[in-house]
């Protein structure tokens, strides 16, 4: 028997709370149905027998105070809500016991905004994370010791595992529960809730949002033109003369400002103003291409594929608004 140990946080959100709960539960269903006995016994720990989620809206009855729980084999940390940073001093109290759990040989997953008490536990220093898009740079402010990877919806650091945002949460889960049981359970589960079980990056849904939380004005200002006049040929020089520096000053500070090399930026620009023509109007592939500045075929779907995970035409027939 599997214990898991789903981790209530005192400031949480309830859909990222619950699943856990039930997929490991409705395993448990799925062996019995097949003749075989469960495997999975899921217990709520908590600091306190009674926490509120989503500002109140919902109380979560605890199973288990972590004092109660001296072994376990899966810790899951649900994502958090509200200020990260406040969140995380709330749940501070209970990361001795999840190092404790961890030393004890648990497995600990965090779930999506869960990174952010996971990267204060310490156990993913000097290794790579996943959490969601939207997060990335408040992230690695607080932890530059850890590497965020972008776009992966779950990353596996043996035994301490992390997952992107949103929905990708169940396909951390039903990863793990594979490992816990088969595929064919797996494959079941993902059916069950509808989960798309081999999707392996968020990037398809990471809104570009251009980076700016800085306060490098001549940075800003080159931003802004590249944003304006992304379909035209973009000389780093010309870019430079905008923010009034040299070209090294400006590749270094370009890239210390938005973590992204000048010509990344132009590209993550161009790509997003095709995605959303691809959302909102009919053209065709080709016709989007030109419009955001390519005249290459090749160069166009490789750069897309690369950003979004899909080629144009997937991302096409994914999201555009006739679909």
């Not at 619950?18 to 409705?26: G, K, V």
């Amino acid at each position: 028997m599997k214990h898991i140990s789903v981790y209530v946080p005192q400031s949480s959100y309830i859909e990222a709370v619950s699943p856990a709960y039930r997929l490991f539960n409705t395993a448990n269903d799925f062996l019995r149905a097949s003749g075989k006995e469960p495997k999975f016994h899921v217990e709520f720990v908590g600091l306190n027998h009674d926490i509120k989620a989503q500002d109140g809206e919902y109380t979560i009855r605890i199973n288990k105070l972590l004092s109660e729980v001296t072994r376990t084999d899966l810790v899951v940390i649900p994502a958090l809500c509200g200020n990260l940073r406040d969140s995380v001093e709330l749940d501070r109290p209970a990361i001795p016991w999840m190092l404790e759990m961890r030393e004890k040989g648990s497995e600990i997953a965090s779930l999506c905004l869960g990174a952010f008490l996971l990267g204060a536990t310490g156990l993913l220093d000097g290794k790579k994370c996943s959490t969601h898009w939207a997060y990335y740079e408040e992230f690695k402010e607080i932890y530059p010791q850890i590497e965020v990877v972008d776009g992966t919806i779950i990353t596996d650091e043996g035994k301490v595992y992390s997952s992107g945002g949103a929905n990708s949460i169940w396909n951390l889960l039903i990863y793990i529960l594979e490992k816990y049981t088969s595929r064919d359970i797996a494959i079941l589960a993902a059916k069950y809730f509808a989960i798309d079980i081999d999707r392996d990056n968020q990037r398809a849904f990471t809104i570009f949002k251009g980076q700016k939380n800085h306060n490098d004005d001549g940075i800003l200002a080159a931003q802004d033109y590249i944003e304006q006049n992304y379909t035209e040929k973009l000389t780093i020089t010309e870019l430079a003369d905008i923010a009034s520096v040299s070209r090294r000053s400006f590749e270094r500070r370009f890239k210390n400002a938005t973590n992204n090399t000048i010509n990344e930026y132009v590209r993550r620009v161009r790509v997003e103003a095709a995605k959303r023509s691809f959302e909102v109007s009919r053209k065709n592939v080709t016709e989007v291409m030109y419009d955001v500045g390519y005249t290459d075929t090749k160069a166009f779907r490789d750069v897309f594929k690369k950003v979004t995970g899909l080629t144009p035409i997937e991302y096409r027939n994914k999201y555009s608004k006739d679909n």
